[in-house]
């Protein structure tokens, strides 16, 4: 009777710390890191015309997505590299940004701030972004960050975009910052 009693007080304690890990680590993650989706096109008002992309197909860029680089590239001078770390987070899902650090799902992002498009070694890039050629500018990261198939259709990176072009700023200047030397911001 008293191994059971024995039994059963070991395998309650077992089962607390379990739910304790699993349930504080649950409540975590439901509170961090989480930002709205937003949809990956915006459909044009106008009807649609003859020259409209056939089903199936990549829509073409939305003439908003022209102005983001500009937008983003304003908002550059006062964007918080700390708060940009912490919307990385969701990057780190498939992109390691240490120095010399293997890629894993995605290329690694250390020193990415004009490097050359699909150049990390290592990498194996998709074809669309090994044609897309020139260099990860300023300009260039905040269209890729806000709709990564919109900027390079036929991309692999399946990430939709970030939510705001502040967000997208604040990632930027981290971005900026990994480097042995980082790269300043425009002023």
């Not at 240490?98 to 699909?118: E, F, I, S």
């Not at 692999?156 to 790269?183: C, N, R």
Request: aromatic letters at 8%.
């Amino acid at each position: 009777m008293t191994d059971s009693f024995e039994f059963t007080k070991v395998a309650g304690a077992v089962l607390s710390a379990l739910l304790l890990i699993f349930g504080t680590r649950t409540i975590i993650e439901m509170n961090v890191g989480h930002s709205p989706e937003k949809p990956g096109y915006t459909l044009p008002a106008a009807a649609p015309s003859a020259s409209a992309p056939a089903a199936g197909s990549e829509p073409a860029a939305p003439a908003a997505s022209e102005d983001v680089g500009k937008e983003v590239i304003a908002l550059l001078p006062k964007a918080n590299a700390e708060k940009g770390k912490a919307i990385f987070k969701q990057c780190q899902a498939c992109h390691v940004s240490q120095k010399g650090q293997t890629p894993t799902v995605g290329p690694n992002l250390w020193d990415v701030v004009n490097r050359k498009k699909a150049s990390y070694p290592g990498y194996k890039y998709s074809e669309a972004m090994q044609k897309k050629g020139g260099d990860w500018t300023f300009d260039d990261l905040a269209h890729f960050i806000h709709g990564p198939k919109i900027f390079v259709p036929g991309t692999k990176m399946q990430f939709k975009g970030l939510g705001t072009p502040s967000d997208e700023a604040d990632v930027i200047a981290y971005l900026a910052t990994l480097a042995d030397t980082p790269v300043p911001l425009p002023k």
